[in-house]
């Protein structure tokens, strides 16, 4: 393992320093394979080195450099009109950036901007949540133990309960609430799945309110639950989605997505290197093999498998709960057991997975994953388990 005494500590790191990847695999650099059922944090989605998405890197940082956004290109203006046709939103204009926190943080001031002209300044969001590191996100992100070192931050939001129609309805009483802000699949806070029934709820109060609903997509978006916005599967459209991780295949990318309403003036917002030639290629051939190889299918037919090989060959009571849509799952292991532990086992089995929320064990694999990879990762969860139950 390298040292790296320079290095700040932000993430209570792993004892591994990978080398090298390719599809779902990856070498550390003592020559030892795994099975990357992070998939860089759910950014990999078509795994390591897709040669089409490394081409596509290679073409674009070998016909120009960077070029700021004070002029047009051709990857970024393809990209924007092909966002705005896969996204259930009309006539939808796009804002890039470079990261997950960085679309929140432009969706989070868009939609303050609307609500305060609509004289209804509060923005409702969830407990439990995660929309980033930023101060506009972290203030809105409903877990108090990451926002408390900073307090106090942004005052803009008003948090209920996930899942709880009649905490929203109070919420929304007072009518000074311009928007509603979730993730309709909670990620960092446990892989929770918000139901059809509360979604679709949900939009029906606020249209009744006259607030957006605005949905964080950067953990579920972009195919990772086999469809371009997590919110499609309660057949909700939202008025406006940020976007990332899994959109640049591993190039950092952010996307926020709004009707042309809305659409912030010239000097309102901006990014330096948000829609950057590279980034913008890497993600049209993100687009390009999901949309050929019919990976929106295969997320759903793997995940499916995924759930039941686990169901399967999990020891009887070591899981309290499997959640989640797609290839976003969550393993939520049982009281008695520490996930941390679980996925130290996995990794001493040749497999990499993460924690989310309290006692989960989260997978986020490539879309390109297949039937026999899902086998291992199931035998692994299996096996780890028994061996953290005993
Ligand atoms: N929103 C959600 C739902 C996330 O899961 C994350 C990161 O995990 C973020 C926002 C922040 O994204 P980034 O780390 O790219 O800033």
């Known amino acids: 393992m390298i040292d790296e005494p320079a290095v700040m500590r932000t993430y209570a790191r792993y004892p591994v ?43 674009a940082a070998r016909t120009i450099g960077m070029t700021s956004n004070l002029v047009a290109t051709v990857p970024q203006a393809v990209l924007a009109d092909r966002l705005a046709a896969l996204v259930p939103i009309e006539d939808a204009r796009v804002f890039f950036c470079n990261s997950g926190a960085e679309a929140n943080e432009a969706l989070l001031k868009l939609v303050r901007k609307h609500a305060l002209r609509e004289g209804r300044p509060a923005i409702v969001v969830l407990d439990g949540s995660f929309h980033g590191r930023t ?30 129609l009649a905490a929203l309805d109070e919420a929304l009483a007072p009518g000074d609430v311009g928007a509603v802000f979730l993730e309709p699949v909670l990620g960092e806070g446990g ?32 195919g990772r639950v086999g469809e371009w916005l997590s919110i499609s599967l309660a057949g909700v459209r939202p008025d406006v989605a940020s976007l990332a991780k899994a959109l640049g295949g591993g190039l950092p990318i952010g996307a926020l997505v709004s009707p042309a309403e809305l659409s912030f003036e010239p000097g309102e ?30 997320v759903r037919s793997m995940g499916a498998l995924l759930r039941r090989e686990v169901e399967r060959l999990v020891p009887a009571g ?21 996930a941390t532990t679980v996925v130290h086992g996995l990794r001493e089995r040749g497999v990499l997975a993460s924690t989310a929320g309290t006692g989960v064990v989260r997978f986020t694999p490539p879309f390109t994953i297949d039937a026999g990879e899902v086998d291992v990762a199931a035998k692994a969860l299996a096996e780890a388990l028994a061996e953290a139950a005993a």
């Not at 099975?35 to 860089?40: A, E, N, S």
């Not at 799945?193 to 029906?204: A, D, K, N």
Request: proline share 6%; net charge negative.
């Open 269 to 298: 917002h901006a990014s330096t290197f948000g829609g950057g030639p590279v980034p913008c290629a890497a993600a049209l051939s993100v687009l390009d093999v999901i949309e050929r190889d019919g990976l929106l299918g295969s």
């Open 318 to 338: 070591s899981l309290r709960e499997i959640r989640g849509r797609g290839l976003l799952m969550g393993f939520e292991v049982a009281e008695d057991l520490d």
């Open 17 to 59: 320093t990978l080398v090298r990847g390719e599809g779902l695999r990856v070498w550390d650099d003592a020559g030892r394979s795994y099975l990357d059922l992070i998939g860089g944090l759910g950014t990999l989605s078509l795994g390591h080195c897709h040669p089409e998405w490394v081409e596509a890197v290679e073409r």
């Open 135 to 164: 101060v506009a996100t972290l203030a809105a992100t409903g877990q108090p133990s990451k926002r408390a070192p900073f307090e106090p931050l942004v005052d803009w939001f008003r948090f209920v309960p996930p899942g709880d």
């Open 191 to 222: 892989v929770v799945p918000l139901s059809i029934g509360y979604l679709r709820g949900v939009r029906e109060r606020c249209d009744a309110a006259g607030a957006l609903l605005a949905v964080d997509e950067v953990q579920a978006g972009a």
